[in-house]
């Protein structure tokens, strides 16, 4: 059978790869696809970039199911229309998709129940806001109220910086999405994200990651999409899994429920570990994390597409993932000039070949006459399994070492939380 995977991103190759595994796909189409897709002879790149056209390909080539890599067509409501063609699509509905696209929508429902979060106020007008900055101080968390591409957050050590932020976004610096800020309290630890499958009812936990999102090693510079990624993250221990199920995850699909948006598709919670090791949510996102999908899909033994069966027909409870208990690590190259306006163009030399340990998911890659060039911001994840992740970090950084192109940006200290982490990993 044909399966489609919507998105062009290092998360859509990883997913297109775990799939194209599966013993019942014949292909995987990959709409609009990236330089990696269109290489893999498993996969089949197919322009698309609306809401319309995917629907068009998913009948067209008969496509057994869907699943949506990104945010924004989720927030578009391709699932919805989906539903309405009678096709098979596993994601949130465009009205349940505001978990990540409305901050405030999001701040409401784990107010309204009880999950917990910073603490946090909505504004829309710059005085009030100033005022509650002030009488809070810093530092202090400025976040667009809509979908940012990333840039919707700012971590403000200084009053100055929070104020500057509150003004630069009602101000319009990132167009609607800034119309409305949430300014919320800042919360100190260590992050982890939380990804499940959602069939409406019934949750099945991914296995655990962490990402690094800041540009620089040591985790400075400015924030990124992410600049590597590993699972599992050791944070996350048997204990603290129980807990973000139950005081996180567990109310949040019951909740969205009871209020009429039965939740469906991937749900991500970026999770806050305070230092007595209470979890606390900084966001949702209705998608899966990039980079930390490719270490999860280097990890995942089950078959994908059943996975994604048992999740459209709402019994997820009937089935379980098997995991490599390996470790899987991830490392982003990214373009010169990345996170700002990424330069496109640049040659891309020593790929090298994939074996059953390291594998390069591309991000923003195109192939020009046979040559694979740079065309985005992250341009490859060099993902690799070790025993332990010391070795799945040498491994990977031996590959990426090989890789070269101008302007490369890498960080050299991918994993540098977990290596540090007082239990075996
Ligand atoms: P978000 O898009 O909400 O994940 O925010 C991007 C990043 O900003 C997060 O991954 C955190 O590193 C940081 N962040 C968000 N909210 C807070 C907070 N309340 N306190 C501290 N850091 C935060
Ligand atoms: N890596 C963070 C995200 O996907 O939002």
């Not at 945010?71 to 465009?94: H, S, Y």
């Not at 230092?275 to 994390?289: D, V």
Request: glycine share 12%; net charge negative.
């Amino acid at each position: 059978m044909k399966v489609l995977v919507i998105g062009s991103g290092g998360r859509e190759h990883a997913l297109a790869w775990r799939l194209a595994q599966s013993p019942r796909v014949s292909r995987v189409l990959v709409s609009p696809g990236n330089g990696g897709t269109a290489n893999d002879p498993d996969m089949l790149n197919v322009p698309g970039e609306t809401v319309a056209d995917w629907v068009r390909i998913a009948q067209q080539e008969a496509v057994h199911l869907t699943v949506v890599g990104p945010e924004a067509p989720l927030a578009a409501g391709v699932v919805d229309a989906f539903r309405a063609a009678g096709l098979r699509v596993f994601g949130p509905t465009q009205a349940a998709a505001r978990l990540e696209g409305s901050k405030d929508f999001a701040k409401q429902f784990m107010l309204r129940h009880g999950i917990p979060t910073a603490r946090s106020s909505t504004f829309e007008h710059a005085a009030p806001a100033h005022a509650y900055i002030d009488a809070e101080g810093a530092p202090i968390v400025i976040k667009a109220d809509g979908l940012a591409a990333g840039k919707g957050v700012v971590v403000a050590m200084t009053l100055e910086e929070a104020h500057r932020a509150v003004d630069d976004m009602l101000g319009g610096s990132l167009g609607g999405a800034g119309s409305r800020v949430v300014i919320e309290q800042f919360l100190a630890g260590e992050e982890a994200s939380f990804i499940v499958m959602v069939d409406g009812q019934h949750v099945l936990a991914l296995a655990s990651s962490q990402d690094h999102k800041r540009l620089l090693d040591g985790d400075q510079g400015p924030n990124t999409g992410g600049m590597g990624a590993y699972s599992p993250a050791p944070v996350v221990t048997p204990a603290l899994h129980g807990r973000i199920m139950r005081e996180i995850i567990q109310p949040t699909v019951q909740g969205m429920a009871r209020e009429g948006l039965p939740y469906t598709g991937f749900l991500y919670a970026g999770v806050m570990i305070d230092a007595q090791g209470n979890p606390s949510t900084l966001e949702f996102n209705c998608r899966m994390g990039d980079p930390e999908t490719q270490p999860i899909m280097m990890r995942l033994k089950s078959d994908l597409t059943v996975l994604l069966d048992h999740a459209i027909d709402g019994t997820l409870d009937q089935v379980e993932a098997e995991w490599d208990r390996r470790t899987a690590l991830g490392v982003v190259l990214a373009a010169a000039n990345y996170p700002g306006t990424p330069r496109s163009g640049d040659v891309i030399d020593g790929l090298g070949v994939d074996t059953e340990t390291t594998r390069v998911f591309h991000a923003g890659t195109r192939l020009v006459d046979g040559a694979v060039q740079t065309a985005g911001g992250r341009v490859l994840c060099v993902t690799a399994l070790g025993d332990m992740l010391k070795q799945a970090r040498g491994r990977a950084y031996e590959r990426a070492e090989g890789i070269r192109f101008a302007g490369r940006q890498m960080r050299t200290d991918i994993g540098w939380r977990a290596l540090a982490a007082p239990v075996r990993h």
